[in-house]
């Protein structure tokens, strides 16, 4: 078992940045994909950025060129910097984590961007 937190999140006004953390409560090293999806009020979970062992990337067409994803093997952390925030980035972020067996998740930080 892991548990995964999430830090970083709050009100930011449109054009901003937020940077938001993910600490995992053991060794993150297991995990083929660590990443972030989001949830706004009314929509389905969709994936935000995902990042593997060796470092490849994913981020979802409608974030790309905008957010950053990296990880530190050593501090077991996940994070995501955000920059160039607009109204519909606002939704609930959760930390993501997958071992090639089942996913674990994280309880969520709600980011909601808003002058």
């Known amino acids: 078992q892991v548990q995964l937190v999430e830090s970083g999140g709050g009100l930011v006004q449109p054009g901003g940045s937020l940077k938001l953390s993910c600490a995992a409560s053991?060794?993150?090293?297991?995990?083929?994909?660590m990443g972030w999806y989001r949830q706004a009020p009314g929509i389905q979970r969709e994936s935000v950025a995902q990042i593997t062992t060796g470092g490849d990337t994913y981020y979802a067409d409608s974030v790309k060129g905008r957010f950053t994803i990296s990880r530190d093997n050593a501090k077991n952390t996940v994070n995501l910097q955000m920059n160039t925030l607009n109204s519909a980035d606002t939704a609930v972020y959760y930390c993501?984590?997958?071992?090639?067996?089942?996913?674990?998740w994280g309880q969520g930080t709600q980011v909601t961007v808003s002058s």
């Open positions: 053991k060794s993150i090293s297991s995990f083929n994909i």
């Open positions: 993501y984590a997958h071992n090639g067996y089942r996913d674990f």
